[in-house]
Every structure is written in structure tokens, then in C-alpha cells.
């Protein structure tokens, strides 16, 4: 299924739940005073919500705010309580180890828990048409590695996980405004509904596998 927006995925999870937002500030402070930062959204509809993030200043600045974030690594936190919902939005493309994370959220989660996590979606028109106009795959600087559904599928079974969904969000017109790639947002739209698998985000909601 294809989703406007990855909050429009994630609300049906999360609504009265005990959250975990991992990497929730989404790379500076800039971010969290927009109307679609996804951890303000998940505020406002989960029952409680701990968020988790590396940057110590923004971490600060956001308490001094209201919000409940603490300064951690989702490679090694170690939190003392279990969660009913954790949520990882497209930040696992920017960790070192995979392994290592998973881990944690496995140590966290609770045992009827869900695991929701996002993250760029490289088969995706526009990345393809960079690829023909500069030459390369054009990706964000802090990026490790992507992610096709084929490969989460392979580590998040690996790691203990057992998938339940799998969607898609169509959120490529955010990363690309300018002008000369206005063009392609009809086509973008088609190839999108014949095929979500074009998407720019791929969204999977995973529990613990019973095995």
C-alpha cells in the first residue's frame, strides 16, 4: 500500500501505545520546529513517549521544551524499560553496525512489542534519473548503506525479527523541488501506483519471530 506520508503509516501502531523513538530530532534542531517532525506528531497521539538521539545540544534544547529525549547511542543504550511500540525512522541507513542495534531494540521491545522501522528506498525514479544526469547515485553524506525489502527481510530475520507489513510512502517530491524535476512528478505518481516498490520510502512493521 502506498501512503501520502510516513506518519499516516506509523499512527496506527503507535496511538495510546508506550513509544520509543529512536533518532528522533532527523539530523538538527531546524527540524523539530516543523510541522511534519515526526516525534512532535508521535507526541501527540502515543500514550507516553522516551525519545533517543546522539546530538547532546538538540537533546538539551528539546527538554528545556517539554519533550521527555534522552542523549544515547541505539548502538548501546541500555534503558531500564520495555516498550510497546519502537519506532526507528530513517535512521538505521546511518548506523555502523546493524547488528549491534537490532540488539538493543530487541532488549527493549516488549515481548508482544512492534518494531516499526523506515528508511530510503534506493529503486526509485528520481535516484535513477540522477544516476543517468551526474553519473552516480546521489546519497545523503551521513549514509552507510541502503536498504531494498529484499535485504531487511534477510537481516531482521537474522536478528529475530518476523515481518508483519511491509508499505510504501510516496514522499519523493520533499527531496526534489527544484524545478527541472517538476517533469517526472506525474510519472513519478504512475509508476508509484502500478508498483509501490518505486516509492521513496520503504516502511516495515516487524515482532519478535516465536522460532
Not at 522501522?117 to 526509485?124: I, K, Q, R, S
Not at 520533499?174 to 521513496?200: D, G, H, T, V
Request: charged letters at 25%; glycine letters at 6%; hydrophobic letters at 40%.
Amino acid at each position: 500500500m502506498v501512503y501520502k506520508n510516513k506518519y499516516d503509516w506509523i499512527v496506527k501502531y503507535i496511538k495510546d501505545k508506550k513509544v520509543l523513538d529512536l533518532g528522533c530530532i532527523q539530523h538538527n534542531i531546524d527540524k523539530t520546529k516543523k510541522s511534519n517532525w515526526l516525534h512532535g506528531k508521535i507526541v501527540k497521539d502515543a500514550g507516553s513517549v522516551l525519545g533517543v538521539d546522539y546530538l547532546k545540544d538538540e537533546v538539551i534544547a528539546l527538554n528545556k521544551c517539554g519533550y521527555n529525549i534522552i542523549w544515547a547511542d541505539v548502538e548501546t543504550m541500555k534503558l531500564e524499560n520495555k516498550y510497546e511500540v519502537i519506532v526507528a525512522g530513517d535512521i538505521i541507513e546511518h548506523l555502523s553496525n546493524f547488528g549491534y542495534f537490532l540488539e538493543r531494540v530487541k532488549e527493549h521491545l516488549d515481548s508482544k512489542g512492534i518494531f516499526l522501522l523506515t528508511t530510503p528506498n534506493p529503486v526509485n525514479l528520481f535516484r535513477f534519473l540522477r544516476q543517468l544526469y551526474k553519473g552516480y547515485c546521489v546519497a545523503h553524506p551521513e549514509h552507510t548503506c541502503w536498504f531494498t525489502e529484499q535485504v531487511i527481510k534477510q537481516l531482521m530475520e537474522k536478528h529475530g525479527f518476523e515481518i508483519i507489513d511491509i508499505g510504501y510512502v510516496d514522499d519523493s517530491y520533499q527531496y526534489n523541488k527544484n524545478k527541472r524535476w517538476w517533469f517526472f512528478y506525474p510519472l513519478n505518481y504512475i509508476l508509484c501506483r502500478i508498483r509501490s516498490a518505486f516509492c521513496e520510502t520503504i516502511c516495515v512493521s516487524m515482532k519478535l519471530s516465536q522460532k
